[in-house]
């Protein structure tokens, strides 16, 4: 594909004018790469200017610039084609659609299946090898379901939602439409729920619902718990990676992105656009207010304000743990003056 028609269907996908290109040369793009792994023939993408000294090194045949008349003119001085945009990142990942789309098997049943009579299944779904549909099962148009999925009774899938090979819908889960539950993945198992007794152990039914909204996407192996009563929520758009556990009850809202294990106790609210990190956890029944940042292995054991940014273990504001992290780097040497001025003053 030549680069100006590269340009010309990205630039059709704006919402704006915020596009601006040179191209001295009109190179033909066989792929995308990475920058410092590119090739004659690739389409590349620079982040910002500290990325700058790549421009000079890649062999790129094109790029995907920031708005920066620096890097626009050491490209240019390379002879490269390139294009400039406020997300470079947003608009390459866009550019890769244009090259790549996923595996969409056409609709079919395959003669493997296990489906009850009463399940009900919407127009043009794809059900694959070995897949099993309890009864009481309501499955919209377009799904696709690959081979090994098991969806227990009373569960709906919305229009357009894709289960990947070998992932569990347990009973009373509702997802809605255009989701995607990646291999491996348990949606709706019994949450964690056990009362003491003095015999030991009593467990308590989850008798509650797993609701998905709209356009969620769920990693690989990542667990989201129904609870006992009432019901666990994810919000719509909200992005959850691989090996992330989600306990019975929370409540999660629009937008979110829960990055690789990660944990969620009982109870949990998160509010919109929240981003945990890998391996942050967040204790039983903590409430996380809207845009709240939690960083990588942060333990989050209390209430969080909206807009605030976490770290540590416990964990506290960002800048407070920053300069607590500048102290604790300094500990040794703090505790060579400490020992100077107990023998100063004749301690031992």
């Known amino acids: 594909m030549k680069f100006s028609e590269i340009v010309s269907k990205l630039a059709e996908g704006a919402t704006d004018n915020s596009l601006s290109y040179g191209q001295h040369t009109n190179p033909e793009i066989t792929g995308l790469a990475a920058l410092d792994e590119a090739k004659l023939g690739d389409l590349s993408y620079v982040e910002g200017a500290k990325f700058a000294s790549f421009v000079a090194e890649t062999r790129a045949s094109a790029l995907i610039l920031p708005v920066d008349k620096k890097l626009h003119s050491q490209a ?12 470079p990142r947003l608009l390459f990942a866009q550019a890769i659609s244009l090259f790549y789309q996923p595996y969409r098997p056409a609709p079919e049943v395959h003669p493997t299946a296990v489906i009850h009579p009463s399940a009900k299944i919407g127009d043009d779904v794809y059900i694959g090898p070995h897949v099993v549909i309890q009864p009481g099962v309501e499955i919209g148009n377009g799904v696709i379901i690959h081979p090994n999925v098991v969806i227990y009774p009373d569960t709906k899938i919305g229009d357009r939602t894709t289960l990947h090979a070998n992932c569990t819908i347990h009973e009373r889960t509702r997802i809605g439409a255009d989701c995607v539950i990646h291999s491996g993945a348990v949606i709706g198992a019994e949450g964690f729920g056990f009362v003491p007794t003095r015999t030991g152990w009593l467990k308590m039914e989850q008798s509650g619902y797993t609701v998905l909204e709209d356009h969620v996407e769920v990693g690989c192996n990542s667990a989201i718990d129904r609870p006992a009563v009432g019901e666990t929520r994810v919000g719509s758009y909200t992005i959850i990676d691989n090996l992330v556990q989600i306990g019975h009850g929370c409540q999660i809202g629009f937008g979110c992105a829960i990055a690789g294990q990660a944990g969620l106790a009982g109870g949990v609210k998160l509010g919109n656009r929240v981003i945990l990190a890998g391996q942050s956890g967040v204790g039983n029944q903590v409430t996380i207010g809207d845009g709240v940042i939690a960083s ?5 054991h209390s209430d969080v304000p909206p807009g605030e940014t976490v770290s540590g273990m416990p964990a506290i504001p960002h800048k407070l743990y920053l300069k607590v992290s500048a102290i604790y780097n300094r500990l040794p040497e703090m505790y060579q003056s400490f020992r100077q001025l107990q023998r100063q003053s004749g301690k031992k």
């Open 76 to 87: 240019q001085s390379r002879g490269m084609a390139w294009i400039a945009t406020p997300e």
């Open 296 to 300: 990588a292995k942060a333990g989050v």
